[in-house]
């Protein structure tokens, strides 16, 4: 039987935007994926917390925010693996969990840049394909990737959180950032009384 073909999509989503959403459904078109799983990282307990909400509301907002989008769905599974949260230790973890799935890593331009200071990077390259999506001032010449690597075209799509959060806090709307699902919430979250 076919596995099912899961795109793993790491991030804190602090909060989750528009441009993750647009991103997450342009890869799932592009790769071929059956649903893309946004991955909720939970907060380093060595790292300041600075701006980072609580897991728990970040994984709420992602869930009230992928709703609309079957293929789309919000994970909390690196909450309950050992911190910190290396991708290795999840793709590995979430295999095991999941044997009727195929996991795909997706990334943006900027974090295969790095890539290589990645925990285990070259057996994520190994055992599993990889996604890569554009970044603004990231270029990829795709014909140094690795077999397993692709960059797919989804088009740039330049919002942050750190946008949306410094738009709350100057008291800004945040309507076209994030979705509607969750402007409320998301200015309750991050206005200027919890900063």
Avoid at 5 to 16: D, E, L, R, V
Avoid at 161 to 184: C, F, Q, W
């Amino acid at each position: 039987m076919d596995k099912i073909k899961t795109g793993i999509y790491g991030g804190s989503f602090n909060p989750i935007h528009n441009g993750h959403i647009a991103i997450a459904r342009k890869m799932t078109e592009l790769a071929g994926l059956d649903e893309v799983w946004l991955v909720v990282s939970p907060q380093n307990p060595l790292k300041e917390r600075g701006d980072l909400l609580d897991d728990r509301l970040r994984l709420e907002m992602t869930r009230m925010a992928l709703a609309p989008y079957p293929k789309l769905k919000a994970s909390d599974f690196e909450f309950a693996l050992p911190r910190p949260s290396y991708m290795w230790n999840t793709l590995q973890a979430l295999s095991a969990a999941h044997p009727d799935r195929e996991f795909t890593l997706l990334i943006g331009a900027d974090n295969w840049e790095v890539f290589s200071r990645w925990y285990h990077y070259e057996d994520i390259i190994t055992h599993y394909p990889i996604a890569i999506y554009p970044r603004t001032g990231s270029d990829i010449d795709v014909t140094t990737l690795p077999p397993t690597v692709r960059l797919f075209n989804t088009g740039l799509y330049d919002i942050s959180s750190t946008l949306v959060r410094n738009t709350i806090k100057a008291g800004g709307d945040i309507s076209s950032l994030v979705p509607k699902e969750i402007v409320r919430m998301a200015e309750e979250c991050y206005g200027k009384d919890n900063s």
